[in-house]
T-cell receptor, first 113, second 116 residues
Framework: AQSVAQPEDQVNVAEGNPLTVKCTYS??????LFWYVQYPNRGLQFLLK??????LVKGSYGFEAEFNKSQTSFHLKKPSALVSDSALYFC???????????FGPGTRLSVLP | DAGVTQSPTHLIKTRGQQVTLRCSPK?????VSWYQQALGQGPQFIFQ???????QRGNFPDRFSGHQFPNYSSELNVNALLLGDSALYLC???????????????FGPGTRLTVL
C-alpha cells in the first residue's frame, strides 16, 4: 500500500531565507510524486511533479523538489521564501501505473516578515 | 480555458439526508477523482471515474456513490448523511496518457458540506 509522511506539522521561516518542507513516501513500484499547495478556503494547486529523469525538479513560483530514491524522500525547497508562500503544503504519491493518489497530512508553512 | 468547477460552493444538510455534488473537469481531461478533506487533514481518496465507470475506490462506505457522464462531468452522492461527513469535498480531473497512466491532477475549489 502507498503511504506518504510529512514529519513536520508546521514550518516557520523568515522571509528571504531558504525553506524546506519534508516528505517521505512508500510505494511498491516506481513512484510518481507531486507537491500541491492550498491557500485558505481554496482547492489544491499543483506545484510540481517527479515522474522520471533528473532528481531535481523545478516547479511553479520558484519551488523545486529533490527526489532521493535511497531515502524515499521528495523534499520541497525554495531558495528565498516570501510571505505570500505561507500556506498548507501537501505531498502526494501514486504508483507509476496506479490510479490512486495518496496525500500526506500536510505541512503548514509560515513565512515571517 | 476553464479549470475544474464544482457546485455548489457551500451546502448545509441535516443527518439522514442525501446530497449530490457536481464537478466539471478541466477542458481536455477525461478522468475525475473525488476526495474528502476533513478539517486539518489531507485529502482522502473516495473514488475515481474514467470512461463512465468507477475504476478505483478508497476506504469509504457504500453510502458514497458517484457517476460520470459522457461529457466527463461527474456527481458525488452521499446518502444517509452523518455528522462525520462534514468536510470539504474536492473534485480533481486528469488525463490518462497512453504509456504513462494518469498524470497530475487539477483540483476544483471544493464544496464545503456541513451536516447538522
Amino acid at each position: 500500500a502507498q503511504s506518504v509522511a510529512q514529519p513536520e506539522d508546521q514550518v516557520n521561516v523568515a522571509e528571504g531565507n531558504p525553506l524546506t518542507v519534508k516528505c517521505t513516501y512508500s510505494v511498491s513500484g516506481n513512484p510518481y510524486l507531486f507537491w500541491y499547495v492550498q491557500y485558505p478556503n481554496r482547492g489544491l494547486q499543483f506545484l510540481l511533479k517527479y515522474i522520471t529523469g533528473d532528481n531535481l525538479v523545478k516547479g511553479s513560483y520558484g519551488f523545486e523538489a529533490e527526489f532521493n530514491k535511497s531515502q524515499t524522500s521528495f523534499h520541497l525547497k525554495k531558495p528565498s521564501a516570501l510571505v505570500s508562500d505561507s500556506a498548507l503544503y501537501f505531498c502526494a504519491v501514486r504508483e507509476s501505473y496506479g490510479q490512486n493518489f495518496v496525500f500526506g497530512p500536510g505541512t503548514r508553512l509560515s513565512v515571517l516578515p | 480555458d476553464a479549470g475544474v468547477t464544482q457546485s455548489p460552493t457551500h451546502l448545509i444538510k441535516t443527518r439522514g439526508q442525501q446530497v449530490t455534488l457536481r464537478c466539471s473537469p478541466k477542458s481536455g481531461h477525461d478522468t475525475v477523482s473525488w476526495y474528502q478533506q476533513a478539517l486539518g487533514q489531507g485529502p482522502q481518496f473516495i473514488f475515481q471515474y474514467y470512461e463512465e465507470e468507477e475504476r478505483q475506490r478508497g476506504n469509504f462506505p457504500d453510502r458514497f456513490s458517484g457517476h460520470q457522464f459522457p461529457n466527463y462531468s461527474s456527481e458525488l452522492n452521499v446518502n444517509a448523511l452523518l455528522l462525520g461527513d462534514s468536510a470539504l469535498y474536492l473534485c480533481a480531473s486528469s488525463l490518462k496518457t497512453r504509456g504513462l497512466g494518469w498524470n497530475e491532477q487539477f483540483f476544483g475549489p471544493g464544496t464545503r458540506l456541513t451536516v447538522l
